[in-house]
């Protein structure tokens, strides 16, 4: 099939049947995962490598298991990574298929252990784009075109690794190319501030969140803070995802953890190294009870991230917390 | 300007990216060393240097340090503009990017880049060697950037006569007006920084030439690990190593933890 | 609910617009009596109706009154979005607005509507007889919005057989699927208001029908001032005159000065 | 020729030759007015129908003097208004050759009588778009893009009309329309705030003046409050123009006037109503005078906009900025 998620007629047919209302949508993380994602779903994950990643929405995936997933993303970090690492972990109880990516790998954390795992076996298809080719795409989703002209993909392999089309522009005479729509299933996406009806607050780099949320059929917001809706819409121009692009809000405070969120907290790199060592090895041949522990102790062992968070020692979330005050100092 | 004589490969990577980069002019930075080269050149000679981060910030004052991610909320504070992705690549292909600054894990003699994959392409594609990362900003920054500064450690295997896959287009095949055939923008390639030396590339031929060769190394040692054949400047001349103070910036000031430029 | 007796031709379009509004759907809301329209619908039977306009605003609550423009800082005040036009229209091409209120200076029995010209187009496009403001956001929003409902005053020379000019496209030439072989999304114009009745498209002709004559009106009064063949629903109905209450709504509420409804 | 301003690559050229250092550009609008518009010139307008036009830009403009503009704009009002009038009342010193344009009229102030005096007489070139069509060629021109897609256009005349072009989606087979970039030479914009380097804050809606603003190859920007640098980016996010993207910056209180300006004043009814009644009778054949006596008075006999706002009643302007406190109430 040409389009992996949904067909640009087909995006525009589930947001008609939409009920777009300004409605509570609040519910639990348990309850929006069930309700919202579905096996075979291409899954559109928000964020920017180890910013603002839906860490606690891949948690509760996890636990209640998955088969058959496309994720899609410009440049993600610990997001697959949990993802992934769940299939090495638990083959029988997640799976993905396919992985529509810009970059998969932590950046001054290193590079992603489960990215080579899964792709060096051929577990998982490939399609590689750059991150201002899958950025677009989510925008020409957002936008209800079926594709975006770009300059990005030309004169290298990248245009030859995906679903390009090269044209010459009937403007100018030039190559140009195009590059189809990306309509996700599902947005996952996790934002500082979101009301009840699903309006969101991002502070810093909005990444492609907002083009991912609006592109796809069903949107899933994790929040820092849920806050009143007079409150969110007392600067409408601060709101960068609107309600009727939403389905469900969660709050669920440090729900990117051990990635960052501006405002809240800083990159928990001792985390993030420790989960990457713990497939690293697996690798090599390694054992992967490790990794199948911690899974069994922080995922499916509890009930919700929050009960993750609370196993873990509590200085770490305080020094993420303490960093992140350094770039940007604000009184509470 | 004491010279050091205790510094690394990364270091003085870091040190002749820094001097590449122009003051006042927009450089779009990929993640790891060329953050702390663009840091360096701020803190040097190049106050006015307006770097943008493909998260969205451009501009910002960097006053927080270093930044561990292109999208680090350092990035955002004091910055003039701050959007998403889109934008900051945007604001590239309409031409406000003067120079990328970007790394791979292979070039070529035309300095086009690999950061996707070692194995066979398009046969193997779905079957890679080694996966890497892939292109993230890199490819974007190539294809729009006015000019692009490329960073890549020197090692026979890396200076490759035949990538495996282009993710980041240098001057493609080296054939006139390669680029503007292709349906891109800008001028491509404009120096690499290796861990050996600085390197332009020869105007007809659009192939790499040595112009600065790092203390220690020579034309021909600088050929001996180089997977192609290597054109040389008529005027190539030795690099001077770093001062004291600059690698006391790298060391205390701009990257204390060693979080890009590693300290073995 | 008394009617009233004292209401003006455009009073009656304003009450039969907003009764055609549906609670808690996205209305794309265009200048002028569409704008007075949604208030009133707001007011009444439709407090969760949602408004976007076309200068970014989308779901004001509209609690600073009636505003003079699309781009009015009274649709700015508590949004739960606001960006700017090539947003608002992209909401919409995504599938956003379930409707979309315009007008125009003249329609034709498919529901296309004119506001550019009036002439000879094409020869006669750099000459116009008369020449109108064009599209705005019209043509826009008869693309893209999943239904639209219209406003045209009722004149003979205005409900015409023939446009000048087609600047939002209704049912196009009344062919089957001739909106998506065009390209184009959305089911196109649902209702048409006038000042002499309500209208709907006949399902397999796509041609405009009269359902409701208004107070004073018949059938054959209304056939008789359009200019191109009405067909009449079965079930044909007199439209309920405006209410005691709503006439007050608009007078005293919505639109105190006349801004947009003309007491003459 | 094809392009009415720039083509793609001029208008790529013209940045990348561009000094794009932040740096201080203030200075007077008789400066900046004839530094950076050139007879001949297509200038993009700001604001959308009478809300943040630039008419103290106009004013400058008409003092100068210019011949041969294309004017570009989605919905505009008292901007081309004001301009046209000119070249109604003194056709000598100010010409316009050509308007691409969505909609010139003033909502509930009334139809423009210039518009219809120019085109019932031939006396200007007119290109018709829609309002999203001719938004998404100034974004076309703001992202670098020759053409940017759109289903706007489909199924009407608007695509006749002007240089659109249609294609069959190479990943739909449907087909789907294609507008060519608009890259003005200059574009007029007023904000609500700025720096000293260009950086702009816009209040309520964007318009298209981010756009306007990245495409054209030079851009003038007044505004109402000329603030510090410190203060403009402790918001990075509420930037709406980017500094490289300005090359004058000039503050002009109730630059906009007698339009609105979100936070500042509201529209004067008035003002817009006694303006358009100099120009309505001269369609019917009436005299030029009055008309010609206005600009005698406000922008010849003047040498600044403030010159003209200090002739007007006092009144006026402070009513202005009343209506305005009902819509967004602030502390000073």
């Not at chain 1, 399609?127 to 002209?149: C, V």
């Not at chain 1, 790199?269 to 690798?283: C, K, Q, T, V």
């Not at chain 2, 890199?138 to 006015?146: G, N, Y």
Request: some cysteine.
């Amino acid at each position: 099939m040409f389009w992996t998620g949904l067909s640009p007629d087909e995006a525009r047919e589930a947001l008609v049947n939409k009920d777009k209302s300004m409605r509570d949508k609040r519910m639990t993380l348990k309850e929006a995962v069930s309700q919202f994602i579905k096996d075979g779903d291409n899954v559109g994950i928000g964020g920017f490598v180890n910013v603002r990643q839906p860490i606690a929405t891949a948690h509760e995936m996890i636990r209640q298991g998955f088969k058959d997933l496309t994720l899609s993303f410009q440049s993600a970090g610990m997001g697959p990574e949990i993802l992934g690492a769940a299939m090495i972990a638990r083959p029988d109880h997640c799976s993905i298929k396919r992985i529509e990516l810009a970059y998969w790998a932590h950046e001054a954390f290193g590079l992603s252990p489960t990215w080579r795992y899964l792709a060096e076996r051929s577990m998982v298809e490939i399609e590689d784009w750059s991150n201002y080719n899958i950025s677009a795409r989510f925008k020409a989703g957002a936008m209800g075109l079926p594709f975006i002209p770009s300059r990005g993909p030309l004169g290298g392999d990248i245009k030859d690794s995906n679903r390009t089309k090269i044209m010459d522009c009937p403007f100018t005479g030039r190559p140009i190319a195009l590059l189809p729509a990306s309509n996700p299933n599902v947005a996952l996406i996790h934002v500082q501030a979101a009301d009840m009806y699903g309006n969101c607050i991002i502070r810093g780099s909005d990444a492609t969140c907002s083009e991912i949320a609006m592109a796809s059929a069903r949107t899933i917001v994790t929040c820092e803070q849920l806050v009143s809706h007079e409150l969110i819409t007392s600067a409408p121009k601060d709101v960068g995802i609107p309600f009727p692009a939403v389905d469900a809000v969660v709050e669920v405070p440090y729900g990117a953890f051990p990635g960052a969120c501006r405002r809240h907290y800083y990159f928990s790199g001792d985390e993030i190294r420790n989960f990457l060592g713990l497939i690293a090895p697996i690798s090599k041949g390694g054992s992967p009870d490790a990794l199948k522990a911690w899974f069994d102790e922080y995922v499916f062992g509890v009930a919700s991230f929050e009960e993750y968070l609370a196993k873990l020692p509590f200085k770490r979330i305080m020094d993420a917390r303490a960093e992140e005050a350094c770039a940007i100092e604000r009184l509470a | 300007m004491t010279a050091s004589t205790d510094y690394t490969a990364q270091e003085i990577i870091v040190v002749a990216g820094s001097k590449v980069l122009e003051d006042n002019k927009i450089v779009f930075v990929g993640t790891g060393l060329p953050m702390v080269a663009s840091l360096l050149a701020i803190r040097t000679h190049a106050p006015g240097l307006i770097p943008v981060f493909e998260a969205g910030a451009v501009g910002p004052p960097l006053k927080c340090g270093l930044p561990l991610s292109v999208g680090d909320s350092k990035t955002f504070t004091g910055a003039s503009y701050l959007q998403g992705l889109n934008a900051a690549f945007e604001l590239t292909q309409r031409g406000f990017a003067d120079y990328g600054f970007i790394g791979g894990a292979e070039v070529d003699m035309y300095g086009n880049l690999n950061s996707t994959m070692i194995g066979d392409f398009p046969d193997g594609y779905q079957n890679p060697k080694v996966r890497l990362p892939g292109s993230g900003g890199a490819a974007d920054m190539a294809a729009s950037c006015e000019r692009t500064i490329l960073i890549v450690p020197h090692d026979k295997k890396k200076f490759s006569e035949k990538l495996t896959y282009v993710t980041s287009p240098g001057h493609l095949d080296g054939s006139p007006n390669a680029r503007f055939n292709a349906g891109m923008q800008g001028k491509g390639p404009y120096r690499v920084i290796t861990t050996k030396g600085v390197f332009d590339f020869e105007e007809q031929s659009k192939r790499m030439r040595i112009i600065h060769t790092f203390p220690g190394e020579t034309v021909d040692s600088i050929k001996a690990a180089t997977g192609f054949e290597l054109l040389v400047a008529p005027d190539v001349s030795e690099f001077a190593p770093p001062t004291v103070e600059e690698i006391r910036l790298i060391r205390e000031e701009i990257d204390p933890t060693g979080a890009f430029v590693k300290r073995a």
